[in-house]
């Protein structure tokens, strides 16, 4: 059976097209070399598992603790509540977008290998560069930033253990990351069916945390602030003059926690059926994410109190665990500390097996120095183990950032966004280019008609907020509170563009992803300009 959709299920008018049958293990791997790719990996992610993972890539319980204090500094409960809820939006067009390519062409390299596909083929080498960095760059800072924020969670949950005579200073939260880091490599050192099991277990703990969080709160605070406050209270304290650009300072919480939406994609070639499971996992999580992410806010807000002020200045660092020590008491916060840890921690795992799986798909191509160290695959774990420690390390530098301020460590959170979408909607918007001229083929699941209007919407949201994410979060600008987001991404686009014109100089150039396609005895579809 080909990757690709039928006559009948390519057809424009089908609103959603699920008919085909999933292939059998067997034949995803013929389907893999036709791409151009060995198998090397066993498929042992079942459907709860593929749908567990990318449900841990979002972690709403701690990912909403991460970056809380973003909107409630830039526009207070308005900001927290409606920049969730506008953004969740354009998430879903994203990720909705991001499913149906990789239904289509389901590997390792996720949207990266797509470019092959979507573009006259005289292009595929620069697209396939462009699009693969940008994501590396994603996958990296996502990495760090969600061990930033475990560490920080870490510390926070000493402080309110000490009842704050603990302060955990900067460079402190620094050394647990570091710490995070090493345990988390260790973990992405294991056979595929280890992190498959670990995967699903804390997706129980993230949904059984969110509705003991919800519940805890609402059973326990006397105090809730009313409705009027909770859904129309706007209170900046950004110092912007801007309502408007205030508001959407705000919009970091819901572009950092419903983003890496492909790192599902990154481990298709360990997930059975990968063409029909990876992309509706996808739209679960995302689904899921928009409307519990939503209602934990909401009640968040309801049981915050008024004094947005205190709560900025939390001792801890995170206003969602003064939250729950007003509410829960000491024995209650700690409780839901712990179960926040326990969340960011499965959060930090899938992310980095997704970098892992990105390194090792960028290497088979020959993108990256040093490929066929990186692409190698452990003979005991038969996952790239290689990649894994390069991910560690180089997550460890951005960490360092940490060190100079928190404002330089936020840019990791921003970089995450903006490279990581951006990554994504390059072949989105490829494809709506190049329809009718390109023949691209559809998988079993794409949403017919629908498909180009989600597609232009999604690329209209990362165009505006990627702009969003470079603006300081507070103003005046001084050296400290710059958001250095920008300054990142340049230089990482550079120093790709350097390695772009060495590589291209040399007797065996880059050619794109899947360039040894019907090298391995199986054709593979293709075009021509």
Known sequence: MAPYATKDAAADDAPVTTIIRPASIDSEDEQLAAMGYKPEMKREFTWFAIVSFAFSVTGILAGAMATFYTPLAAGGPVALIWAWFWGSFGCLC?????AELVSAYPTDGGLYYTVKHVVPSSWVPLM??????MNLLGQIACSASVDFALASQITATAALGSDYAYGAPNSHTVAV???CLLVHGTLNSLPTKYLARLSSLYTIVNVGGIFAAIIALLVTCKDKNSASFVFTHFESSSGWSNNGISFCI?????????TDYDATAHITEETAHANVRAPIAIIIAVVLTAVLGWALLIVLVFCMGT???GLLEAPS???VALIYRRNLGKGGALTMMVLTILVQNATCMVCMQSCARTIFALSRDGMLPFSRVWSTVNRWSQTPVHAVWLICALAALL????LASYYAAEAIFSVTSIALDWSYVIPVLCKVIFAGKIPYQPGPIHFGRLSMPINLAAFCWVAFVSVILCFPQSVPVEKQTMNYSSVVFVGWLILASGYWFYRQGQSSPYQGPGAKAGLLGVVSPSHSD
């Open 94 to 98: 994203i990720g909705l977008s991001v």
């Open 128 to 133: 396939g560069w462009i699009v693969g960095w």
């Open 177 to 179: 990351m570091m710490g």
């Open 250 to 258: 705000g919009l970091l919480a819901v572009a950092w926690t419903m």
């Open 307 to 309: 004094d947005i002020a």
């Open 317 to 319: 660092g995170l206003p």
């Open 399 to 402: 960490g360092l950032l940490d």
